[in-house]
């Protein structure tokens, strides 16, 4: 029997996550603020790493856990070979990718890592203590050792060859310290996580369980903005299309659900009112908990086993006429889809850059150091005092017009400051949110026109 692949992880990387469920996320800088403190993420723009670079972290991990070492040896091959990937020059160009992404990464805790740690009271007894800290982490940092055996590519059935390439990566020890000295522990399933496919999926059975640590809790509640926090999933604007990405997490529960069956969680939802808003309250729970009822989930906007079936019947349904459309002569299936393409790209509304770019001026803003924020803040009041005067104002008398302006600069300087950088992350976020759209659209108006 083969040996099971379990790595241990600390709660406290689970709850605030290391990496992102959208891959072509550019978020590279974010913050997650609670009742305790702050979480922030700080990665390299356009290398923000994905559930595949959680893979690969898991098993750089199992590595390290079964032989006890930080500083690991290890060959492409070796990777892909446990992680059942297939060998070619992209699964190899991925790792030495990955290996990037996760150098770059440092994540800090201000008051919102959990610790338990053993003191001694008033009376001299030895108690357990239990409180959250402030603690900052980098990941890792490797060298490219050196190319070594030839390795063939399953694609081509050995007609190429690649070399593996052989990698020394140091886990860096205060990273691994927290993950053995970790005051609450989730326990991975290195090959159950391999077998769950979607990002989304990956992460739920990442964190889910973490919320049922305690036997007493039987339901797990969330407003859907915290969720999708946790989850890194970019929130939606309107309910209505809150409740089409909450559809993901139904049919990822049914996939984790196949390998979790001690557990066998349900989930449902319900839609709110308070002096924030509408919002979707989220609730989880296992098999042994009744669900609480509500009136969105009378209207069937839940998960149980009808609508499990429901889920089912339209991924076969659909699966069938893709097999159809796959039977169609080559001009006539171009014909449909350039025809599919023309009616997607009129009903999505083409991405404001500009809008984009202001945001990301308002990120770059906060995470500024001291130094740079300071430098930002005299550029704006000298440029202020320059306008002003040269617009005929009294500076002596007017002192709050200085500073009003000032504050109006600010964000325009950051602007102009990094204006290439926002260019760029601007860009490249909003063509490939666009394309993606345009591509669910196409694949819509294809089956439409296909019936038709």
Known sequence: MEKKKIVKQNSSFIEYPLWNVDRQSVTAIYEIQTKQGKYTYKAMPDNVPDDIDALFLYYMLFVSQDTHKTN?????????????????????????????????????????????????NAKGQEVTVKRHVTKGFHILEYEHTKKSEEVEDQKTKGKRKYKTHEFNVQLNKKFIEAINDAGLIRYIDLQTFIKLKKPITRRLYEWLPKQFIKESR???????????????????????????????????????????KRQEYRVSYEEKKDSSGKYILISFARKTSSLPQSKTQQKGFKVENKEVHNIQKTQEEEDKIFEKIAKLPINKLQELNEK???????????????????????????NLSEKERTKINEKALKTAIIELKKAGFNLDDDHRAVKQRANNLIIMIVREEFKEQFEKESKLKLIKQYEKEVEEKTIFHLKKLFKE
């Not at 997607?344 to 990120?363: W, Y």
Request: hydrophobic share 35%; aromatic share 10%.
């Open 340 to 366: 599919a393409r023309k009616m997607a790209e009129n009903t999505v509304i083409k991405p404001n850059i500009e809008n984009e770019k202001e945001e990301l001026a308002k990120n770059k803003l906060n």
């Open 72 to 120: 690991l040896d290890i060959k492409t091959s070796q990777v892909l070979k446990e992680l059942d990937l297939q060998y070619g020059s992209q699964s190899y160009n991925r790792f030495a990718t990955s290996l990037d992404r996760w150098k770059d990464v440092s994540v800090k805790f201000e008051g919102t890592f959990y610790i338990k740690e053993k003191k001694k």
């Open 218 to 260: 039987k339901i797990f509640q969330i407003r859907h903005e915290i969720f999708f926090e946790k989850m890194r999933i970019t929130c939606p604007k309107y309910i209505s299309h809150i409740k089409r990405k909450l559809k993901k997490i139904d049919t990822a529960i049914v996939q984790i659900n196949k390998y979790e």
